[in-house]
């Protein structure tokens, strides 16, 4: 087991900014991530989501993104990474990866233990920026075993060629139904759009003082405890290329969400029935803790208390990524704060007189 004053787990958005200040600071930390390369979630995004239909992509501290030129028609899972692994080589960050996190416990004197299959760390303080693309949330309807076609989450969806022909009922109300709406359209047999809620469209500028009241309500969520809801969700949707195309194909008649599937389709208890093959779910994702579990975090509320960055029942770890920075919105501010935790909590630890 080694050592290290800090470890920071995962190098998405969140995880660099949160490395980079930390080598601000002055500390030297250890950077695991899980996937074979840089990029984080970007990585893993459809070949068809080009840059121009992206929700929102931020500079990372320090090193701006090269001018956008011709990159509105490249794919962003080329295109982002591409940038990511030029900024770990600019900082001098020396991401280990891949190195899959499988548990963090509390450990020997004041540390926590950080066990993965690359190794074994021994931490004064953790950051945690693990995201949410591999926890793809998947709601459960009644008769979902009775569905005689194909269902998939929009973490699988790979372009619209595979539903040519098809009838596609999309489940979603952010940015990812848009995506699949404005692509698979025109392309399927029929499309079905559905929502728990009905959507509520804003206006394609989304200013600084948007920006910041959207976070500031998840983070009154988390801060009590609560499970927090993603800061799309609060958003509303915007007037994105994306959209735009869904709206010109005559793919945004919403109808509200079904109460049940059936072999052939999705119903409504009202008597209402749409035939479908095929069912696409854009519901979002969850945030990737499993590993934390051994810590035991969990409030009565069903989420991890945190107050900024900083886990309330846990002050040597902080969540980014997390809430309020689980988006392009709030990460590098979040890195920023879980860096200064970091630092402060640290600095009170060594200036403690001994017993």
């Known amino acids: 087991m080694e ?8 190098a998405g958005q969140a995880g660099l900014s949160s490395a980079y200040f930390l080598r601000r600071f002055g500390y030297a930390p250890v950077v695991l991530d ?30 701006r993104r090269p001018p956008g030129g011709g990159d509105g028609g490249r794919p962003a899972a080329e295109v982002v990474p591409g940038y990511y692994a030029a900024y770990e080589r600019e900082v ?13 416990r509390r450990g020997p004197g004041e540390r926590l233990v950080v066990e993965s299959d690359a190794g074994v760390w021994a931490a004064r303080a953790v950051v945690n920026a693990t995201g949410t693309w591999t926890r793809p949330y998947w709601p459960y309807y009644p008769g979902r075993g009775s569905f005689a076609g194909r269902q998939l989450h929009y973490a699988w969806y790979r372009g619209p060629e595979e539903f040519a022909g098809r009838r596609v009922v999309v489940a979603g109300g952010g940015a990812s139904a848009m995506h699949v709406l404005s692509e698979v359209a025109g392309v399927a047999a029929a499309t079905t759009w559905v929502t728990r809620r009905p959507p509520v469209l804003e206006e394609e500028f989304f200013s600084e003082e948007a920006r910041r009241a959207a976070v500031a309500k998840v983070e ?27 709206l010109a194909k005559g793919a945004l008649e919403r109808l509200p969400m079904f109460d049940r599937m059936v072999a052939g389709g999705v119903a409504w208890d009202d008597g209402g029935f749409v035939a479908a093959d095929t069912i696409v779910w854009a519901t979002g994702f969850r945030s990737a803790l499993d590993h934390l579990a051994p810590l035991r975090l969990r409030e009565p509320q069903g989420g991890i208390r945190v107050d900024g960055t900083r886990v309330v029942r846990e002050p040597r770890l902080q969540l980014v990524g997390y809430g309020p920075s689980a988006s392009t919105i709030g990460a590098n501010r979040a890195g920023r704060e879980a860096a200064r935790n970091v630092r402060d909590h640290l600095t009170a630890r060594s200036s403690r007189p001994a017993a």
């Open 92 to 104: 001098g960050l020396d991401v280990l990866r891949p190195a899959r996190v499988g548990a963090v």
């Open 3 to 10: 050592e290290s004053e800090v470890v920071v787990i995962g």
């Open 34 to 63: 899980a996937a074979d390369g840089p990029g984080g979630a970007w990585r893993h995004r459809s070949p068809s989501l080009t840059m121009e239909k992206v929700h929102g992509i931020f500079d990372l501290p320090g090193v």
């Open 220 to 246: 009154e969520r988390v801060r009590a405890g609560f499970p927090p809801q993603s800061v799309v969700s609060v958003t509303g949707l915007r007037y994105s290329v994306a959209l735009r195309e869904a």
